[in-house]
T-cell receptor, first 115, second 109 residues
Framework: DVKVTQSSRYLVKRTGEKVFLECVQDMDHENMFWYRQDPGLGLRLIYFSYDVKMKEKGDIPEGYSVSREKKERFSLILESASTNQTSMYLC??????????????FGEGSRLTVL | KNEVEQSPQNLTAQEGEFITINCSYSVGISALHWLQQHPGGGIVSLFMLSSGKKKHGRLIATINIQEKHSSLHITASHPRDSAVYICAVRKGGGNQFYFGTGTSLTVIP
């Protein structure tokens, strides 16, 4: 069974702390994504990566950075957490073979609360 | 303006009813996805469509590329179908996805 695994389901952090959210996929997918999900706003793209060490900013990259050192792992980093980053964070992966789009697979989500 | 619009935002149905959720999009796409999210849960993919119609159990998804419109139908709805249904499109030639804000479905026994 295909899988996208996020490291933590629930986190509580204090303002100013550095936060790492990790995501691992076992499907050898090229594309990996980090989204945040907020009520009424839907899913918003923070960053995505289409290959190892490659990354592109999404719609709301401010306050976040990412790392993709290995194909299966995509990490989201909050350098200095703030209360407005309290949200549900979802990692996703998808294959891409040029002409043929692949299905989209999500992790279970990481609910982050910043106090 | 959102690239993907869903309707309705909220839907309550009696068990057994036929349900339709609509999705309209404004960009050229390579594929459209219907996703399901149960309360507190992750998101699972129900369908990926680039043309025509797909069926899986009581769920049917259709797409009209010319009209840039897709529908998700649930026949003989059941309380376990209660979830948020999200339409997503993959922009043509690209790696990015655009999402609707979701339709929250509640099926009452």
């Amino acid at each position: 069974d295909v899988k996208v695994t996020q490291s933590s389901r629930y986190l509580v952090k204090r303002t100013g702390e550095k936060v790492f959210l990790e995501c691992v996929q076992d499907m050898d997918h090229e594309n990996m994504f980090w989204y945040r999900q907020d009520p009424g706003l839907g899913l918003r793209l923070i960053y995505f990566s289409y290959d190892v060490k490659m990354k592109e900013k999404g719609d709301i990259p401010e306050g976040y950075s990412v790392s993709r050192e290995k194909k299966e792992r995509f990490s989201l980093i909050l350098e200095s957490a703030s209360t407005n980053q309290t949200s549900m964070y979802l990692c996703a992966s998808s294959s891409w073979t040029g002409a043929l789009p692949g299905e989209l697979f999500f992790g279970e989500g990481s609910r982050l609360t910043v106090l | 303006k959102n690239e993907v619009e869903q309707s309705p935002q909220n839907l309550t149905a009696q068990e057994g009813e036929f349900i339709t959720i609509n999705c309209s999009y404004s960009v050229g796409i390579s594929a459209l996805h219907w996703l399901q999210q149960h309360p507190g849960g992750g998101i699972v993919s129900l369908f990926m469509l680039s043309s025509g119609k797909k069926k899986h159990g009581r769920l049917i998804a259709t797409i009209n590329i010319q009209e840039k419109h897709s529908s998700l139908h649930i026949t003989a709805s059941h309380p376990r179908d209660s979830a948020v249904y999200i339409c997503a499109v993959r922009k043509g030639g690209g790696n990015q996805f655009y999402f609707g804000t979701g339709t929250s479905l509640t099926v009452i026994p």
